[in-house]
């Protein structure tokens, strides 16, 4: 199975900062990679698919870039909303897997 | 509008079998390429894709859990089922069901709103 490593776990920022959400896949998956954000109770939410393609209705302050096995999702300029768990996902060969998820905290 | 919701019970015992059903609307089962997926997420820990199945009836499965899963799907009913053999206490988790992107790549563009099963005697 592919192995996605996020970092950092875990940080602290504040609204305003341009942050940066780093993925790394233990083998190439070409651009099949998607970024979801989780907030507490609830379902994780559709952010970028093929690595950088924004999907429907997500701030265009949220990007995503890489290709192969080394991937970054920016948020361009934190918005009290953004605090949450955002995780990566791989889709380019089954078993389909995740990263261990990385929590953005205010600091 | 899409939806998806799962139901099931709430408290399984160890090794019994757990079956959750999610019900979607909003798009149709029998659509090309069209598929659903289970994952599930034990409290405070990460995301884990158990399985998928599509219209064509293309199924795959979680290589560390196959031998305990099924999943299979009531067009009729626009109903996806998931059943897990052998419960233990450590599937205790949120199980979601989620739609596979609409062009049949498997990264989840709506998501059900979960449902906790806990796993206890």
């Known amino acids: 199975a592919i192995r996605m490593t996020q970092s950092p776990s875990s940080f602290s920022a504040s609204t305003g900062d341009r942050v940066t959400i780093t993925c790394r896949a233990s083998?190439?998956?070409?651009?099949?990679l998607a970024w979801y954000q989780q907030k507490p109770g609830k379902a994780p939410k559709l952010l970028i698919y093929a690595a950088s393609t924004l999907q429907s209705g997500v701030p265009s302050r949220f990007s995503g870039s890489g290709s192969g096995t080394d991937f970054t999702l920016t948020i361009s300029c934190l918005q009290s909303e953004d605090f949450a768990t955002y995780y990566c996902q791989q889709y380019y060969s089954y078993p389909i897997t995740f990263g261990q998820g990385t929590r953005l905290e205010i600091k | 509008q899409v939806t998806l919701k799962e139901s099931g019970p709430v408290l399984v015992k160890p090794t019994e079998t757990l079956t959750l059903t999610c019900t979607v609307s909003g798009f149709s089962l029998s659509n090309a390429r069209m598929g659903v997926s289970w994952i599930r997420q034990p409290p405070g820990k990460a995301l884990e894709w158990l399985a998928h199945?599509?219209?064509?009836?293309?199924?795959s499965y979680s290589t560390s859990l196959k031998s305990r899963l099924t999943i299979s799907k009531d067009t009729s009913k626009s109903q996806v089922v998931l059943t897990m053999t052998n419960m233990d206490p450590v599937d205790t988790a949120t199980y979601y069901c989620?739609?596979?992107?609409?062009?049949?790549?498997?990264?989840?563009?709506?998501w059900g709103q979960g449902t906790l099963v806990t796993v206890s005697s």
């Open positions: 083998q190439g998956i070409s651009s099949y």
């Open positions: 989620a739609r596979i992107a609409i062009t049949g790549t498997p990264y989840f563009d709506y």
């Open positions: 199945i599509f219209s064509n009836d293309e199924k």
